[in-house]
Structures are given as C-alpha cells and as structure tokens.
C-alpha cells in the first residue's frame, strides 16, 4: 500500500526550480569542505513528530489527516512502519530515530509491551534490508505513562526506578538488534517542581548510578553506540537536571561520566534555557562533548518548546559553524525532531517542511565552509585578541605571569586603548556570506 502516492522521490534540482518537492540547495553528492553534503549532514526522520504526532495541543484535537489513523493497536504500528520507509525513500534520508513507545504501543504487563516492541523491531529489520535507511538512534519514552510523573532515574519510588532500568536494557537490546549509531538519553521528567520535597542528591546520585549501569550493559552486550544526553531546562518539569550543556557536561564530569557520554543538542532546548543553538553548540564543542543535534527552531514568542521546522538561516549558518569547526558530528546526525503546524494538517505537508529544514541547513552548510574557508571569523577573533599574543599578555596565557607581576606591569600606567567590538559590521558580513553563497 502507498501511503504517499501523490508525491515521487525528492531530486536536487538546484536553486532556480520551481517545483517545491524538489532540493533547491541540497544535493547529497556535493562535495563541500572535503565531504558530501550527504556525509556532513547525516540527515534523519523523527519518528514521533512525523508519524504519531496528530497535530492535537491543549487547547484542541487532532487535525492531521493520516491515512494509517483509520487502525488501532498493533495494526496501526505496523502501518506506519509501511509509511515510515515510503517516506525515508521517497525523502533520500539517510537515518531515522525513534523512541520505544513510538513504534509499539504498551501492553497491560511489561512481558506484553516487550513482545509488542520485538514483533514492530523484526519488522523494522527486514525493512532495513533494501532501505538505505539506517537507525541514527533510539531511546527510551520514560516520560508519558503516569508511572513517571515522579521521574525515572529521579524517581522518589524504587519500583519506578527499576522499571526505568528494564525499559533502557530493552532499548539497549533493540539498539544493539538493528545497529543504532547512537542511543540518547531524555530525561523528560528527571527534574523537581519544588525543593520542598525533594532529595536532590540522592536524584542525582541515582541518575549517576542508572547511566553507569547502561554503560556496564552496553559493554556487557556488546553495543558500541554513542551515549548521548540531550538537555532540556525546564518542560515537563519546572527545573531539569540536564539543565543546558554546562549543566549536563559538570554532572558527567562529576560522576565520572564524561568519557562515556556525548551531547545530543537542541535548537528549541537552547531557546528554553536562554541560549542561542550556537551557544549550546560551542560549549559543547570547546569540551569535546558535541555528538549530535535535533534541528528545530523555537518561537521567540512563545514560552514553550514549539519545535518549528528550521528555516532561521542565520542560526542553522551559525550551527554548521560550529559543526564544521567540531570535525563533524561523528557519528551524530541532524535529526528533524520538529512538527508541522497544527494547521499544516495534510500529509503532503510533511515533505514540505523536511524539504524546508534540509533546503536550510544545505544552505547553511555551504555558507559556513565559506566563513571557515576565507578565516573571517577566526581573523576578527584573533585581531580581537592580540593583546594576549604578545609581552604582558603572553606571559598571562603562558603562566608565568602572578598577581606581583600584573601589579607592577599595572603601575607603569600605560595609556588603557580598547578598539570597538564592530559588532554591526560583523554581523552584516554575515549576511554578505549568507546572500552571496
């Protein structure tokens, strides 16, 4: 059964086309900076947004008109496996990623929801097989069944706790089952809504606990994917843990963690916390912990995390920035998790906003290379930063200078000359980059 029969295989036809199911930007076997956009990207289809998601908000039901929706239970698991692999063919993605409870839907006992989850998983295996579609990562929905409404590894209830753990060791499993490059962690509810009756360290200690024993199991099976932790400051709970980048790379580095782990970053999740995407992304870069992103974008307006389609130039230019700068994303990807609109409810409106996001970052993959290409940013910076390459300032960076040092070079009372940030020109010589690449 075709389940996007109005829509063919998604071509490059380059930045005059007029046809809107088509590449304007994105042509896979374009080499830039020394790799294929395809290489650089690692394009993947949440399975959440795209295929589950109906398009419902508080305020109202459902729009999406889907075809599969007309199933129930296992059926209509199945049927949007069907659709899912139409869709990652006809959109030439490389990856997809998916959480446990997207794919299967939960039984009355945890033997019942596992045997839901390995008929849906073989499933997905044999699609795989003449798909050039691979699992870039999965993980674990500990958020939505009101067993966690404490939390998972956060959890005031040791019940809870272990069946977190049972979950993550079958994701694990299924990882390992059909080669996920990556498996992420989201604590969507391992947070507090007040310190009145909560035991922070004993949350934390037991998260600590629960991602050294995925880590322990992951060796014990065999699975060699890439951990992954993607912060969120704050939605569902009031005040996450995993606050932002900072937050997440102290906590591993407390624990002993941060050989283990990398960061699975988020534009909108950047937004929350107060950040810009490049911000999260540069502190990540700088620590070694960049792995991999979810492309979005937030909506200024808006005080929650609205996961729009990016189509922000001028961000996603400043992300592969910073991806470039960071060697790439290894074996991360750019993963859409992000949604049409609830008033972009038919199903041809998926392949346009994909076309949208992918479109975006292409172009802003090629504008970045130029940036690194041509030095701009790194020729303002080191001009900035001159006064530290040589005599006082030197000796600052080099450490020899002390506090006796610094005293007696202040009390020569040289003339203090800063020179002007140049902010706005900088930020148009952007632009130039932007409209003329």
Same mark, same amino acid.
């Given at each position: 059964?075709?389940?996007?029969?109005?829509?063919?295989?998604?071509?490059?036809?380059?930045?005059?086309?007029?046809?809107? !199911?088509?590449?304007?930007?994105?042509?896979?076997?374009?080499?830039?900076?020394?790799?294929?956009?395809?290489? /650089?990207?690692?394009?993947?289809?949440?399975?959440? /947004?795209?295929?589950?998601?109906?398009?419902?908000?508080?305020?109202? +039901?459902?729009?999406?008109?889907?075809?599969?929706?007309?199933?129930?239970?296992?059926? %209509?698991?199945?049927?949007?496996?069907?659709?899912?692999?139409?869709?990652?063919?006809?959109?030439?993605?490389?990856?997809?990623?998916?959480?446990?409870?997207?794919?299967?839907?939960?039984?009355?006992?945890?033997?019942?929801?596992?045997?839901? !989850?390995?008929?849906?998983?073989?499933?997905?295996?044999?699609?795989?097989?003449? +798909?050039?579609?691979?699992?870039?990562?999965?993980?674990?929905?500990?958020?939505?069944?009101?067993?966690?409404?404490?939390?998972?590894?956060?959890?005031?209830?040791?019940?809870?706790?272990?069946?977190?753990?049972?979950?993550?060791?079958?994701? !694990?499993?299924?990882?390992?089952?059909?080669?996920?490059?990556?498996?992420?962690?989201?604590?969507?509810?391992?947070?507090?809504?007040?310190?009145?009756?909560?035991?922070?360290?004993?949350?934390?200690?037991?998260?600590?606990?629960?991602? /050294?024993?995925?880590?322990?199991?992951?060796?014990?099976?065999?699975?060699?994917?890439?951990?992954?932790?993607?912060?969120?400051?704050?939605?569902?709970?009031?005040?996450?843990?995993?606050?932002?980048? *900072?937050?997440?790379? $102290?906590?591993?580095?407390?624990?002993?963690?941060?050989?283990?782990?990398?960061?699975?970053?988020?534009?909108?999740?950047?937004?929350? *916390?107060? /950040?810009?995407?490049?911000?999260?992304?540069?502190?990540?870069?700088?620590?070694?912990?960049?792995?991999?992103?979810?492309?979005?974008?937030?909506?200024?307006?808006?005080?929650?995390?609205?996961?729009?389609?990016?189509?922000?130039?001028?961000?996603?230019? %400043?992300?592969?920035?910073?991806?470039?700068?960071?060697?790439?994303?290894? +074996?991360?990807?750019?993963?859409?998790?992000?949604?049409?609109?609830?008033?972009?409810?038919?199903?041809?409106?998926?392949?346009?906003?994909?076309?949208?996001?992918?479109?975006?970052?292409?172009?802003?993959?090629?504008?970045?290379?130029?940036? @690194?290409?041509?030095?701009?940013?790194?020729?303002?910076?080191?001009?900035?930063? *001159?006064?530290?390459?040589?005599?006082?300032?030197?000796? @600052?960076?080099?450490?020899?200078?002390?506090?006796?040092?610094?005293? $007696?070079?202040?009390?020569?009372?040289?003339?203090?000359?800063?020179?002007?940030?140049? !902010?706005?020109?900088?930020?148009?010589?952007?632009?130039?980059?932007?409209?003329?690449?």
């Amino acid at each position: 059964m075709a389940y996007f029969d109005q829509v063919g295989k998604i071509q490059y036809e380059g930045k005059d086309t007029q046809n809107p !199911l088509a590449y304007k930007y994105y042509n896979p076997s374009e080499v830039v900076a020394g790799k294929t956009m395809e290489e /650089h990207l690692r394009f993947a289809v949440a399975y959440w /947004h795209t295929f589950t998601a109906d398009g419902g908000d508080p305020f109202g +039901s459902g729009t999406a008109v889907r075809s599969w929706d007309r199933l129930q239970g296992m059926d %209509l698991a199945k049927a949007r496996v069907e659709a899912s692999f139409e869709f990652y063919d006809k959109l030439n993605v490389p990856y997809f990623c998916f959480h446990d409870r997207d794919i299967a839907p939960e039984g009355d006992t945890l033997q019942e929801t596992n045997k839901n !989850l390995d008929v849906i998983v073989a499933m997905i295996k044999e699609y795989m097989k003449t +798909s050039k579609t691979k699992l870039l990562w999965n993980t674990a929905n500990m958020f939505t069944n009101p067993r966690f409404t404490f939390g998972a590894a956060t959890t005031s209830n040791a019940d809870v706790y272990a069946y977190a753990a049972a979950q993550v060791k079958k994701g !694990l499993e299924t990882g390992l089952e059909l080669g996920s490059e990556n498996y992420v962690f989201w604590g969507g509810r391992e947070g507090y809504e007040s310190l009145l009756n909560t035991d922070m360290k004993l949350e934390q200690d037991n998260l600590a606990r629960f991602y /050294h024993m995925a880590v322990a199991y992951a060796k014990e099976i065999g699975y060699t994917g890439q951990f992954l932790i993607e912060p969120k400051p704050k939605e569902p709970t009031k005040h996450q843990y995993d606050f932002d980048a *900072a937050t997440t790379i $102290a906590f591993l580095q407390t624990y002993g963690l941060q050989d283990h782990f990398k960061l699975n970053l988020e534009a909108n999740h950047a937004t929350l *916390a107060g /950040h810009t995407f490049e911000h999260e992304l540069r502190v990540a870069r700088i620590n070694g912990m960049l792995g991999s992103i979810d492309a979005n974008q937030g909506d200024l307006l808006l005080g929650w995390d609205t996961d729009e389609f990016p189509t922000d130039i001028h961000s996603v230019t %400043l992300a592969m920035y910073e991806i470039l700068k960071n060697g790439g994303l290894g +074996s991360g990807g750019v993963n859409f998790d992000a949604k049409v609109r609830r008033n972009s409810f038919e199903p041809i409106d998926l392949f346009y906003a994909h076309i949208a996001g992918i479109d975006t970052f292409a172009k802003g993959l090629k504008v970045a290379a130029k940036l @690194i290409e041509d030095g701009v940013f790194e020729s303002i910076i080191d001009e900035r930063y *001159a006064s530290f390459k040589s005599g006082i300032g030197a000796d @600052i960076v080099a450490g020899k200078a002390d506090f006796k040092s610094l005293e $007696a070079y202040a009390l020569q009372n040289n003339p203090i000359q800063n020179v002007s940030g140049r !902010l706005e020109r900088i930020r148009f010589v952007l632009n130039e980059y932007i409209f003329n690449n």
